[in-house]
């Protein structure tokens, strides 16, 4: 499945407009003759989803739109825009019309500074949007709202060509014309964006959350000088390194950009590489894990350089350290 080369950590889920003028009966489009059960249907899958992200720490970020009454910049048009085929103007600031939805206000309540107000299709046209994704580190995108061929197509065009990684999903997404969304449907798959229901997504998420290897972090070598050793490494060969303190057991650590790290050596031990390190995601559960496995420990859980760490023995004995980086 395409959503496995993605990464949970850079990832956020956009919900556009679940407000009361596109979803609920009575307002601006429901009392304008569209069939608003139609836009509504995505309440309940909609609803599991946005709690399973928050749940996994994936922010969840809110799109509302707004509108005044008095807008010079639609007055000055010449020819009639969308606005001018509904009964009235929808989202008006302040309205019961502008609110979100009932069923997911509650939702939307979690971290109200993810709510972004925007005042045209776009969700990233004129809005802070772009910078939260930014602070947050998002490079991947999950988008769901309303309507499917207005402010949630431009909004998936929008960040395309920002370059996110852009998934659709499906069942998380209405429109006011089923054939019009289906036509939408082809043409994101073909330009801008995976498709996938809500129930690939919530896998994903549980695939994601699961204890396992994230990346190689380093491999620590025991040396005779370590001050001889970080001037071969760092004036010669034109290493970097980190910041870090001294290892548990009061030897000096000095760990390089370059995936290794130096220390001296153990009592009575060789020269020789010290053990090889990865990070790790739910390392409590990978102990269990290994522990059911009849992995030998050098060491059990405890609080590490990096975060929640062991030290297990491969099958060759060789030591290797996981750890779960502090938040």
């Known amino acids: ?179 019009w969304e289906r036509t939408a449907w082809k043409v994101w798959q073909q330009y801008f964006c995976e498709l996938h229901g809500s129930a690939d997504v919530l896998r994903w998420i549980d695939a994601q959350q699961a204890p396992r290897v994230l990346g190689y972090a380093h491999m620590l070598l025991q040396v005779g000088d370590i001050e001889a050793s970080r001037k071969f490494y760092v004036d010669l060969l034109g290493f970097s390194m980190r910041q870090a303190k001294p290892l548990a057991d009061g030897r000096p650590f000095v760990p390089f950009n370059e995936g290794i790290a130096l220390t001296t050596g153990g009592p009575g031990k060789p020269l020789q590489i010290d053990h090889m390190a990865f990070r790790v995601r739910n390392v409590a559960a990978l102990a269990e894990r290994l522990k059911k496995g009849k992995v030998r420990f050098f060491e059990e859980l405890h609080d590490g350089i990096y975060g929640r760490t062991i030290y297990i023995a491969d099958p060759d004995g060789n030591k290797i350290e996981l750890y779960e980086e502090a938040a």
């Not at 969308?82 to 609110?99: C, F, M, N």
């Open 1 to 179: 499945m395409a959503l496995d080369a993605l990464d949970l950590g850079k990832s956020a889920l956009l919900v556009i407009d679940l407000q009361n003028a596109f979803i609920h009966d009575q307002g601006t489009l429901g009392v304008s003759g569209v069939d608003t059960k139609r836009l509504s249907s995505i309440i309940p899958p909609l609803a599991t989803l946005i709690k399973r992200c928050q749940d996994a720490g994936m922010p969840v970020i809110w799109t509302m739109q707004e509108h005044y009454a008095v807008d010079a910049l639609r007055k000055k048009k010449k020819l009639a825009g969308h606005t001018s085929r509904r009964k009235q103007v929808s989202a008006l600031a302040g309205t019961w019309d502008a609110q979100i939805v009932d069923e997911l206000q509650a939702l939307a309540a979690f971290d109200p500074s993810l709510v972004i107000r925007k005042h045209r299709f776009g969700a990233f046209y004129q809005t802070r949007l772009e910078q939260v994704l930014r602070m947050f580190g998002t490079q991947h995108l999950f988008v769901a709202g309303t309507t499917t061929n207005a402010c949630v197509e431009t909004s998936i065009r929008e960040a395309y060509l920002r370059d996110y990684d852009v998934v659709a999903v499906k069942d998380c997404i209405s429109g006011v014309n089923e054939e």
